[in-house]
């Protein structure tokens, strides 16, 4: 199978992107640029601090990394995104009361792998983005009755690399802004797991079931992820 060729550092690039993204509800409801900003701060102090005890205790590392993430991504629209038209709303409609029930199931099971696997698989890489400079570099206003945005962020790595990020962010109907997507450089994260999906999906018969249960973020890295 054929995927797109992504590096391993722009990859793990993309992580850290997902995690730059804060949900602030209520009186201090703010913009998702300004949080973008503040929210980058307060991950890279996570890194920062990590090379001091990640040899001894990585599970403190991944559990902070974590709770960032679980306040910052919509991890449930993010995995039926990845579905596709295995968890649409329309396929949902279509069934009946045991395979409604089955097909949340589904979507719950996927929900959990994805998140557990992008943090175990990725997380030990944004070590590697210690220091590095983030700039916005949006200079629209967004329209604060706006659903969704899009922010543009350059982050400056070593070897005088620069990466290019967007973030795709949705509101929910309580005012929450969330991370749905990500595309780093030209490479959309969530458009490259969709595809595998899928494709895994076609290979199955259409058995949802059975491609969930044998998801495997590690294996279905993009082509040559883990070449580099």
Avoid at 39 to 52: F, G, H, L, Q, W
Avoid at 96 to 124: C, H, N, P, V
Avoid at 127 to 148: C, M, Y
């Amino acid at each position: 199978m054929k995927f797109v060729r992504v590096t391993i550092e722009s990859t793990v690039f993309g992580l850290l992107s997902l995690m730059a993204t804060m949900v602030v509800t209520g009186s201090d409801l703010v913009g998702p640029t300004p949080i973008i900003e503040s929210t980058t701060s307060r991950i890279m102090a996570i890194v920062d601090e990590a090379p001091e005890y990640f040899d001894t205790n990585s599970d403190r590392f991944y559990n902070e990394i974590g709770a960032v993430l679980d306040e910052t991504i919509d991890w449930r629209g993010f995995a039926k995104g990845v579905m596709g038209e295995y968890a649409s709303n329309a396929r949902y409609r279509s069934l009946d009361d045991e395979g409604r029930k089955a097909l949340r199931e589904q979507l719950q099971s996927f929900t959990d792998i994805m998140k557990t696997g992008l943090i175990r698989t990725y997380a030990k890489g944004l070590l590697a983005f210690s220091g590095s400079k983030f700039e916005i570099i949006d200079e629209e206003a967004i329209n604060p009755n706006a659903r969704s945005a899009s922010i543009t962020q350059l982050v400056y790595g070593s070897g005088n690399r620069t990466y290019t990020v967007r973030y795709q962010l949705g509101r929910s109907r309580d005012g929450r802004w969330r991370l749905r997507n990500l595309i780093v450089a030209d490479v959309n994260l969530g458009q490259i797991y969709q595809n595998q999906f899928a494709a895994a999906a076609k290979s199955a018969d259409g058995d949802v079931a059975k491609v969930v249960a044998e998801w495997d973020i590690s294996a279905n890295l993009p082509e040559d992820l883990d070449s580099e």
